[in-house]
């Protein structure tokens, strides 16, 4: 299985180098940091992650997780970024006290 067989089975984008949108998805929220990632996956759910660690896994490769890029360090050469800003569901169930934080939510 390749990188482009992954494309199969997630419902979110993955961009390659040469592929249209790759280098704004690569960018880090501080742009003194570049990120020569060889993949950015942006998840749709739990299953697009859940599929992609075990391509990697497989693969041998490594993911690293990043919802906005402001965790940046600019130490991420050819490894597959792991976009997870659409994930950010919160639920809140107060009666129970128990809340869900997406891993893509933001402060505001």
Do not use: C
Request: net charge negative; hydrophobic share 45%.
């Amino acid at each position: 299985m390749t990188i482009n067989d992954v494309r199969d089975v997630l419902k979110g984008r993955v961009l390659l180098p040469e592929d249209d949108g790759f280098e704004q998805a690569a960018t880090a929220w501080n742009l003194t940091v570049r990120q020569p990632v060889a993949a950015v996956v942006e998840a749709a759910g739990a299953d697009d992650v859940g599929a992609l660690v075990r391509y990697a896994r497989r693969e041998g490769l490594t993911v690293a997780a990043q919802p906005t890029g402001h965790d940046a360090s600019g130490d991420v050469d050819g490894v597959i970024l792991l976009r997870t800003g659409l994930l950010n569901e919160v639920a809140v169930r107060a009666e129970e006290r128990v809340v869900r934080v997406g891993a893509g939510a933001r402060w505001a």
